[in-house]
T-cell receptor
Framework: DAGITQSPRHKVTETGTPVTLRCHQT?????MYWYRQDPGHGLRLIHY???????DKGEVSDGYSVSRSKTEDFLLTLESATSSQTSVYFC????????????FGPGTRLTVL | QKEVEQNSGPLSVPEGAIASLNCTYS??????FFWYRQYSGKSPELIMS????GDKEDGRFTAQLNKASQYVSLLIRDSQPSDSATYLC??????????????FGTGTRLTIIP
């Protein structure tokens, strides 16, 4: 299994509070991604990173920010959580070639009350 | 039109039979195609990748790609109850070249009936 961990694995929070999810990899892969998965929508890309301090938006980036200060860590922040951000969040990594596979972390289940 | 479309199912197949999962995509210039399996409550894991037209076999799994018709399929032979999962089709569209993003379908839920 690819060396990817996510923390926390489960979190319950209240509307309006800030939340930070962490993805940590031990593979030294260049690319890191944050997805959310919701019934009927599949996996949707929130943000991704192609190197330290290099990030870009995905298709559902509103309300989310990211940071990558080290190769191994990619943080996803919800500045002010809303109930619509209740979801399962997956981090993924890849070496970055167009033929390359993305490997997924175990996921974080976030509930915003 | 969705970029990557899959029949959401559920698809029920008797144990030992062939399960056939289909995926169509809209970007004719797409070059990389992936099938992931996702068990309930777990993360997606790669089953197959395919890049050229034709068939690619790996054990009981065969991926088929037809770029002219813009579809990719996954066949599972001798289906086992452990194959019961949601199968996700993912495509690297030509528009994403250089930034290595995948577009996922919504997945097909497969149930193998003992």
């Amino acid at each position: 299994d690819a060396g990817i961990t996510q923390s926390p694995r489960h979190k319950v929070t209240e509307t309006g509070t800030p939340v930070t999810l962490r993805c940590h990899q031990t593979e030294n892969h260049r690319y890191m991604y944050w997805y959310r998965q919701d019934p009927g929508h599949g996996l949707r890309l929130i943000h991704y990173s192609y190197g330290v301090k290099d990030t870009d938006k995905g298709e559902v980036s509103d309300g989310y920010s990211v940071s990558r200060s080290k190769t191994e860590d990619f943080l996803l922040t919800l500045e002010s959580a809303t109930s619509s951000q209740t979801s399962v969040y997956f981090c993924a990594i890849s070496e970055g070639y167009s033929t390359d596979t993305q490997y997924f972390g175990p996921g974080t289940r976030l509930t915003v009350l | 039109q969705k970029e990557v479309e899959q029949n959401s199912g559920p698809l029920s197949v008797p144990e030992g039979a062939i399960a056939s999962l289909n995926c169509t995509y809209s970007d004719r210039g797409s070059q990389s195609f992936f099938w992931y399996r996702q068990y309930s409550g777990k993360s997606p894991e790669l089953i197959m990748s395919i890049y050229s037209n034709g068939d690619k076999e790996d054990g009981r799994f065969t991926a088929q790609l037809n770029k002219a018709s813009q579809y990719v399929s996954l066949l599972i032979r001798d289906s086992q109850p452990s194959d019961s999962a949601t199968y996700l089709c993912a495509v690297n569209p030509e528009a994403n070249f250089g930034n290595e993003k995948l577009t996922f379908g919504t997945g097909t839920r497969l149930t193998i009936i003992p």
